[in-house]
């Protein structure tokens, strides 16, 4: 083969291997675009479902905390009925008890 046929070959085998160097990196860099968009969208996946577990956790959290509170003002209802229905009871014998010291102070000055 004749050397300016050699030298061709050389120079179209040049332009071939920067040709092909050229559509890898432009490959590459379309990969890394799409890997770095998968990326975005799966870290935009993740935030929205840890908000949607947050908020059903606070909800869940509410209504416990609406169910305790109805629980103690129930239990505190009952307690002041209870006190209430003890007062009565010992209402005639609280008067009749302080009638009979007020009483017994006045008859102990005559």
């Known amino acids: 083969m ?3 046929e ?3 070959d050389i120079k179209s085998a040049e332009s071939d291997a920067d040709d092909i160097v050229a559509e890898a990196e432009e490959d ?3 990969r ?3 890997a770095r968009t998968r990326a975005d969208e799966i870290r935009a996946d993740a935030e929205d479902a840890a908000r ?3 908020d059903e956790q606070l909800s869940d959290a509410r209504e416990q ?3 305790e509170r109805d629980a103690v003002l129930a239990d505190g209802e009952s307690d002041r009925e209870a006190l209430l229905a003890d007062a009565d009871a010992n209402e005639d014998d609280a008067v009749a008890f302080a009638l009979d010291r ?3 102070a ?3 000055q005559t």
Do not use: G, Y
């Open 2 to 4: 004749p050397r300016p």
């Open 6 to 8: 050699v030298l061709e």
């Open 28 to 30: 590459r860099e379309q």
């Open 32 to 34: 890394l675009s799409d």
């Open 52 to 54: 949607e577990l947050k």
């Open 65 to 67: 905390i609406d169910s």
């Open 102 to 104: 007020f009483m017994e």
């Open 106 to 108: 006045v008859h102990a």
